[in-house]
């Protein structure tokens, strides 16, 4: 099974497109633009790396853009870095939706809405609560991408910002809904979740998730609050 999105740039090159999250966001009518490329209006702005097959949000962050301050600026490389795009800010719940494919279209079998303590910070989820699997409006070039099985794609609310070539929410399938995943950071004091199950990471080297310190917050597992 794929596990990682470079397995899966290996695997699917007819699909490498949509590890460009420029391109994804073009493709679903989103307000973006690269590095150099002026906004056209205020507001708040996701900025990123438009690759990043590594995941965790790495570089991800929210920014205020000024159309009258910053615009001519951007054209210099100041605000957006060089490899980085800006896509206005989408509001809204924060899900991440596991499809299988089924009689030639994608069905969600299993969700999870995750959350955050700090806004500032989008590479730090606080909890993730598995909910009823419920999105069925995908787009018809969606449901015509191959996969081995599985398809992942996150959301807010009900728009699409992420799309990936194999499962997200495995470590989460075994659980029933209503049951919270509480990310471990390195650094945190966990008290109150010590008398929970702990799910050590898929690779037992906490080095491997710091991103060769690229990622300010080191995520060592999981505790599992099983709604029975």
């Not at 700090?118 to 015509?144: C, G, R, Y």
């Amino acid at each position: 099974m794929i596990e990682e999105d470079y397995e899966a740039w290996e695997e699917y090159p007819q699909y490498r497109w949509l590890f460009n999250k420029l391109e994804v966001s073009q493709k679903f009518g989103y307000d973006c633009g690269p590095a150099c490329v002026p906004i056209k209006k205020s507001g708040n702005y996701i900025v990123r790396p438009i690759y990043n097959l590594y995941g965790m949000g790495i570089g991800a962050h929210k920014k205020f853009l000024d159309v009258d301050l910053h615009a001519k600026e951007i054209i210099h490389h100041k605000h957006i870095p060089p490899g980085y795009f800006w896509c206005e800010w989408i509001d809204g719940k924060h899900y991440s939706i596991d499809f299988v494919k089924k009689n030639k279209r994608w069905h969600p079998f299993h969700c999870m809405v995750g959350t955050h303590n700090n806004t500032d910070n989008l590479t730090k989820f606080s909890m993730w609560e598995i909910v009823d699997a419920q999105f069925n409006n995908l787009p018809k070039w969606i449901h015509d991408i191959e996969t081995e099985k599985y398809l992942n794609i996150e959301t807010k609310d009900e728009n699409i910002i992420e799309i990936h070539l194999r499962s997200g929410n495995d470590v989460a399938w075994s659980y029933n809904i209503g049951t919270k995943i509480i990310p471990v950071w390195k650094g945190v004091d966990y008290k109150e979740y010590d008398h929970l199950p702990f799910i050590e990471n898929f690779h037992k080297e906490s080095f491997i998730y710091e991103a060769d310190g690229n990622l300010s917050d080191v995520r060592l597992g999981y505790y599992v609050n099983e709604k029975i």
